[in-house]
């Protein structure tokens, strides 16, 4: 049964603009939905997301309800990453997931292996459908090469209310990652817009008057051995796509393994980027309690850590308590 949702426009503006505020997705989101032949104006279809609304007019949107289909045993079995993928918590409103390192999130025209959204379907897991067909459930993604904590919205009542959370920033994440050189100092903040870079299409790049506002703060967590290579830890205060990797680069460092921002990506000593999304916390849509979650380090990760780093003391450094506590403020 479809899910329907009417709202009425209280002022003159974009079909696409509108529906955005209201069902707090992005704009590219709202259009594919208007594209589909989800929404009506006044009780007519409309496809086009420049459409302007006046006052009074009656918008009508319908969220099918998501495709799910049985284990498919081939699926499970020839997908090498299927077995990987650690459900961390999971109620009748979402799912935390911990993404294993180089799974797309997500179908999109140039991607051709299975996505964590085709996993999720072959679970036959009920999924919200508010950001549309190839990203059901999807409230936030990881690029493909970064591993972690990830949640996943069942119903279109809790896609909204934690999207909103990303909006206003109540949801948070931190994250680990592994650099080159070390930072000088112990807490480092970056403050710099990002925007799609000109030279490079694959690339994001910081310092750009037209870009998005985008705020990360860096804490020293240890030292490798050879004094080389730094483990900290990553406060994401927005959600720009690459923002970590791109606000390094503007301090002239990298991730180990991260073959775009990389300065020397053939010396980068490592098969994926050594960045992991390790704690997320936002406000359950329900119980409204603020939740944490903590996705363990995989095999890859804690591996290169030990080869690289004294790790005597990693259940102390690791902690996540001590890694929330290293960051002054959420704002």
């Excluded at 112990?186 to 690339?203: F, P």
């Amino acid at each position: 049964m479809a899910d329907v949702k009417e709202y009425i426009c209280d002022k003159n503006e974009r079909l696409d603009t509108f529906l955005a505020s209201k069902i707090s997705q992005t704009r590219s989101q709202v259009a594919h939905l208007i594209k589909q032949g989800a929404v009506s104006v006044d009780d007519k279809c409309v496809t086009r997301p420049g459409v302007k609304l006046k006052e009074e007019q009656k918008i009508s949107i319908v969220f099918p309800q998501a495709q799910t289909k049985e284990i498919d045993q081939n699926f499970m079995q020839e997908t090498s990453w299927a077995k990987e993928v650690k459900i961390i918590y999971e109620d009748e409103e979402l799912i935390v997931i911990n993404k294993p390192s180089g799974v797309t999130v997500h179908p999109a025209p140039s991607v051709k292996e299975p996505t964590l959204v085709d996993w999720l379907k072959y679970q036959g897991m009920s999924l919200s459908t508010i950001s549309g067909e190839e990203r059901h459930g999807i409230v936030h993604r990881l690029d493909k090469g970064t591993s972690g904590a990830m949640v996943v919205a069942k119903s279109n009542e809790a896609h909204e209310f934690l999207s909103k959370q990303l909006q206003d920033k109540s949801m948070g994440r931190y994250y680990l990652a592994i650099i080159t050189p070390p930072l000088k100092d112990d807490l480092t903040t970056v403050e710099a817009n990002i925007a799609r870079s000109a030279s490079n299409r694959l690339k994001m790049a910081s310092g750009l008057a037209h870009g998005k506002y985008a705020k990360t703060q860096f804490k020293q967590l240890a030292l490798s051995g050879d004094a080389k290579l730094q483990l900290v830890a990553c406060k994401l205060f927005t959600g720009r796509t690459h923002q970590i990797r791109v606000h390094l680069e503007s301090l002239n460092r990298h991730i180990m393994g991260d073959h775009i921002y990389a300065l020397a990506p053939k010396n980068a000593q490592s098969e994926r980027i050594m960045l992991h999304a390790y704690i997320i916390y936002f406000t359950h849509p329900i119980t409204k309690k603020r939740i944490e979650f903590k996705a363990e380090l995989d095999t890859s990760v804690q591996q290169f850590l030990e080869e690289k780093f004294d790790m005597e003391s990693a259940n102390e450094i690791l902690a996540a308590k001590h890694i929330v506590e290293c960051f002054t403020t959420d704002t």
